[in-house]
């Protein structure tokens, strides 16, 4: 954008801004509205947006019912404490939440963030067995290429080398690292460890199907059925972080549906509300859930973010569950993943390609060659999208129509063929 086409706002704060995953002089695009799938600029170009806020925008932005429910929301209260008082957003969530997820979950714990709920489901694990008289088991195992935060509680457990997190290796006590066991010498290697260390470990924690952050890496529900029996041989719970998956990302409502293994906790956030307010939600299972009922000192989760279950989140989220219920977002998700995986095929033949993958509604082009430089060349193109690391990639909203999920493959398969020619 021309610096004269900036408004004076954007010119006079920026000095005052610290960016996300990035130096003081990261580029950013003034956005004056959000509807739909497109993102409108100060200077009146509008972007298709091919990353869904983040992952978050299911239904698009600023989609009609979800902003009326906030409105009604608004007109009785935004937020009331949630600690010695109740509201019937949270409520009518949890008991929602609880009936749509498949397995007998039957507690829910609100935050306003993902890595805020990961921590939670942490200390849930943590202290289930201390409950259980069995203190030593406090440690974490994550997998390769896993994300499931930035907080300090979670850094430990993203992928420590390729991970975005890598500056602190050592600095905090480290999770119990190893691979997705992807196949039969990884699933020893992991029962291996998980024999080794079994009175030590509180849980695993996976990102199932998809780990997103970590470099957009597919594999197959196999994969967590067997880590769902390695779990059970060996007493150690099991952490879903479906907070990029969760929602009809990967074609299912919930990812691990398509594996039927269900974890002993999960974690959703990102799309929960639609994308409309901070939200976060971690799950827990009824064993775990019991154990909390006992009188043991530990049987309290001593957590209370200040904003959690925050009210006019919830009316979101209840919102976009209605529009789960009565619009076929599921069938939206498998038609993007038939046209990404058509479209996006070409870029297979580019020298540097290494790979191109889909799942459901997320297409990734994985490269030989980090991305940052092809950044700026998609909003030339009337398009927002970010690639990361050696990944470009497309997480659309569900609703996305089939013309402008060309505009954004046409768009991914320009960028990557021209970035391709211009290295030889
Ligand atoms: C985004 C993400 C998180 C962190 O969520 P925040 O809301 O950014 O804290 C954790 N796990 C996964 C899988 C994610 O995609």
């Known amino acids: 954008m021309r610096e004269q086409d900036t408004p004076s706002w954007f010119r006079t704060g920026r000095s005052a801004i610290w960016p996300p995953y990035a130096r003081f002089d990261a580029e950013a695009l003034p956005v004056v509205r959000a509807a739909g799938v497109r993102l409108t600029l100060a200077d009146g170009r509008e972007l298709i947006d091919g990353v869904a806020n983040w992952w978050t925008a299911c239904h698009g932005h600023s989609h009609p019912h979800l902003v009326q429910a906030m409105a009604d929301q608004l007109q009785q209260f935004s937020h009331v404490m949630f600690a010695g008082l109740a509201h019937e957003g949270a409520y009518r969530l949890a008991e929602r939440l609880t009936a749509l997820v498949p397995g007998d979950f ?111 890496r597919m594999y197959g529900p196999q994969t967590l059925t067997a880590l769902r029996e390695l779990c059970d041989r060996h007493g150690v719970l099991l952490i879903y972080d479906e907070i990029f998956t969760g929602f009809g990302r990967t074609g299912s409502l919930f990812a691990f549906e398509q594996a039927g293994a269900a974890p002993d906790i999960l974690c959703l956030s990102k799309a929960l509300s639609g994308g409309m307010a901070p939200l976060a939600a971690t799950l827990a299972r009824r064993p775990i859930a019991q154990a909390f009922e006992s009188d043991h000192p530990a049987a309290v989760l001593m957590h209370g973010p200040t904003f959690m ?13 209605d529009l789960f219920e009565r619009e076929p977002r599921l069938e939206q998700a498998l038609a993007i993943e038939r046209q990404l995986k058509a479209q996006l095929e070409p870029c297979r033949a580019f020298p540097g390609v290494i790979d191109v993958r889909v799942k459901g509604a997320i297409g990734a082009v994985e490269l030989d060659q980090e991305t940052d430089g092809l950044r700026r060349a998609f909003p030339e193109r009337g398009v927002w999208v970010r690639p990361f690391g050696r990944i470009v990639y497309l997480t659309p909203p569900l609703i996305i129509d089939p013309a402008d999920l060309a505009r954004l493959t046409d768009a991914v398969v320009a960028v990557v063929s021209q970035w391709s020619r211009s290295r030889l």
């Open 106 to 216: 039957t507690r829910v714990f609100f935050s306003e963030s993902g890595s805020v709920s990961v921590e939670v489901a942490l200390k849930m694990a943590a202290q289930y067995w201390m409950i259980a008289g069995q203190r030593g088991k406090t440690r974490f195992v994550a997998f390769r290429g896993g994300y499931h935060g930035d907080t300090l509680g979670t850094m430990p457990l993203c992928d420590p080398e390729e991970g975005m997190h890598a500056m602190y290796a050592g600095v905090f006590s480290p999770a119990l690292l190893a691979d997705l066991p992807t196949d039969p010498a990884r699933q020893a290697a992991l029962d291996r460890l998980l024999g080794d260390h079994a009175d030590e470990i509180a849980a695993v924690i996976v990102e199932p199907l998809v780990q997103g952050a970590g470099g957009m």
């Open 309 to 321: 279950a925050g009210a006019l989140a919830c009316a979101a989220a209840n919102a976009s569950l």
